[in-house]
């Protein structure tokens, strides 16, 4: 009789008690997510997908269907990561009770380990609603990518006034019962501090390797996303130019008649 090893899955308690840093990339795909799985202790279904898969100008346009159908496909294709999806724009923003149900929706129908929202001390009360029932958040505050256009485009934020703003917010999101929050695109110095005054993970993504944990978009980190590389960003390979010249050499291939040949064809007579 065979036996199945079993392999546990990280869980918002368990990354919480990590000693090492919390090591977290996007993944949108089951493909993408099997190959991601090994190597990281959280898989985000971020609603960047909407710029990275969709070609949309931002991550407005996502609804909660598109984030179910992928928060479906990364948890099909995990098996030790912890999954976050996005709750969309709109999805959540009107009251804890909107909230609740697109949560435990995307809950319900994922499997995924807890949800992400953005927002600060304006989103503290929808936390504690959905902390209370059950669902784990992650808080998401500093450049907020749904606040894209109250931000005044992608900035780094963090300076002057928005500093005291941004280290009340993480405050806010924390005492709201957050298990981690995401600081994005943040001052160093003010995403070192928060770091070090929280008692609940910090995420960073242009913050601060003082961050409790990283996350990258996959297809930044990748090289294949062309149109626009954050600052933050370091590429750990080039595969977009691998892939033009992949295109190329399947082209030529088709083009002279070379492919298919005879391995990848059945039955084809040899030649005499």
């Known amino acids: 009789m065979s036996r199945h090893q079993t392999v546990k899955r990280h869980t918002p308690r368990s990354l919480a008690a990590l000693d090492a840093p919390i090591v977290s990339l996007t993944a949108y795909t089951a493909p993408m997510a099997r190959l991601l799985d090994a190597h990281c202790d959280l898989l985000l279904v971020g609603d960047s997908l909407g710029m990275v898969v ?8 996502v609804t909660p269907e598109i984030m179910i159908a992928h928060g479906q496909a990364v948890v099909r294709g995990s098996q030790q990561a912890c999954v976050a999806v996005d709750m969309p724009f709109g999805s959540y923003q009107e009251s804890p009770q909107q909230a609740f149900r ?38 998401h505050i500093g450049l907020k990518p749904q606040a894209v256009h109250a931000h005044g485009g992608f900035r780094t934020v963090g300076r002057g006034d928005e500093a005291e ?30 770091s070090e005054i929280l008692h609940i993970p910090t995420i960073g993504i242009g913050a601060s390797p003082a961050c409790g944990g990283q996350v990258l978009v996959t ?54």
Do not use: H
């Not at 806010?172 to 981690?180: E, K, R």
């Not at 600052?231 to 892939?243: H, I, S, T, Y």
């Open 54 to 61: 969709y070609g949309m100008d931002s991550t407005l346009a």
């Open 102 to 139: 697109v949560a435990a929706q995307i809950m319900a129908q994922t499997g995924a380990g807890c949800v992400k929202l953005e927002g600060g001390q304006e989103m503290a009360e929808t936390i504690q609603f959905l902390v209370q029932r059950g669902i784990p958040v992650v808080g």
């Open 165 to 194: 703003q941004i280290l009340a917010d993480a405050r806010a999101v924390q005492d709201a019962g957050a298990w981690a929050v995401v600081i994005e695109s943040t001052m160093e110095p003010l995403s070192r501090k928060i």
């Open 219 to 272: 297809e930044d980190m990748l090289g294949l996303f062309p149109d626009f590389t954050p600052r933050f960003v370091r590429k750990f390979a080039d595969l977009g130019k691998e892939v033009e010249q992949a295109a190329a050499a399947y082209a030529q291939a088709v083009r002279n008649r070379s492919f298919p040949g005879p391995a990848e064809c059945v039955g084809m007579p040899e030649k005499k």
